[in-house]
């Protein structure tokens, strides 16, 4: 079955850190895979996608994820981390042969530091 | 709308009661997706509409949920006989097809569901 892990629960980073979270995937064919955010009391805001081509793949708000066929990851990326991008971040793959509904990882909640 | 829009925002209702949320999808999208995001279970899907075909139930966990889109727009999803384990919060997603770019998914607020 398909499915998508993401190993950190929690993280925390220092304000102009690097930052990667994780995302691993289990699906039996191309995955099409997202990175979306949610903010405290908000709704899920797409970051970026990657459904074929360029497996290095940019996002709104500085993100970047890469697609990793040989280990399954779509791990996502930010050089420089803003006070601003505390929120929880989630992995999801689409299931294309049902409906597209989307399954998601359990979420990594981003904490940042001054 | 310039999104998708959902209401109310919050509900808050006594165990045993009927509850209807409701979802407006952006204009022109073919397809509305509901998912519950819960503390226990993480982000889930319910059950997703696509033109007018028979939607697909299979990710509603019991028989007290249901959801119908009428005219291909708006959606409401009902929940009879709330219990405690269904708070939670309710999200409503349209895109504008269900294969490749046109599937990406645009996600409305939520509601969230308090049920005492």
């Known amino acids: 079955a398909q499915s998508v892990t993401q190993p950190d629960i929690h993280i925390t980073v220092s304000e102009g850190a690097s930052l990667e979270l994780r995302c691993n995937y289990s699906y039996g064919a191309t995955p099409y895979l997202f990175w979306y955010v949610q903010s405290p009391g908000q709704g899920l805001q797409l970051l970026l996608k990657?459904?074929?081509?360029?497996?290095l793949v940019q996002g709104i708000k500085g993100f970047e994820a890469e697609f990793k066929r040989s280990q399954s990851s779509f791990n996502l990326r930010k050089p420089s981390v803003h006070w601003s991008d505390a929120a929880e971040y989630f992995c999801a793959v689409v299931v294309y042969n049902q409906g597209g509904k989307l399954i998601f990882g359990q979420g990594t909640e981003l904490s940042v530091k001054p | 709308g310039a999104g998708v829009s959902q209401s109310p925002s919050n509900k808050v209702t006594e165990k045993g009661k009927d509850v209807e949320l409701r979802c407006d999808p952006i204009?022109?999208?073919?397809?509305l997706y509901w998912y519950r995001q819960s503390l226990g279970q993480g982000l889930e899907f319910l059950i997703y509409f696509q033109g007018n075909s028979a939607p697909d139930k299979s990710g509603l966990p019991s028989d007290r949920f249901s959801a119908e889109r009428t005219g291909g727009s708006v959606s409401t999803l009902t929940i009879q006989r709330t219990q405690q384990e269904d708070s939670a919060v309710y999200l409503c997603?349209?895109?504008?097809?269900?294969?490749?770019?046109?599937?990406?998914?645009?996600f409305g607020p939520g509601t969230r569901l308090t049920v005492l």
């Open positions: 204009s022109g999208h073919t397809a």
């Open positions: 997603a349209s895109s504008l097809g269900i294969l490749g770019v046109y599937n990406e998914q645009f």
């Open positions: 990657y459904f074929s081509g360029d497996t």
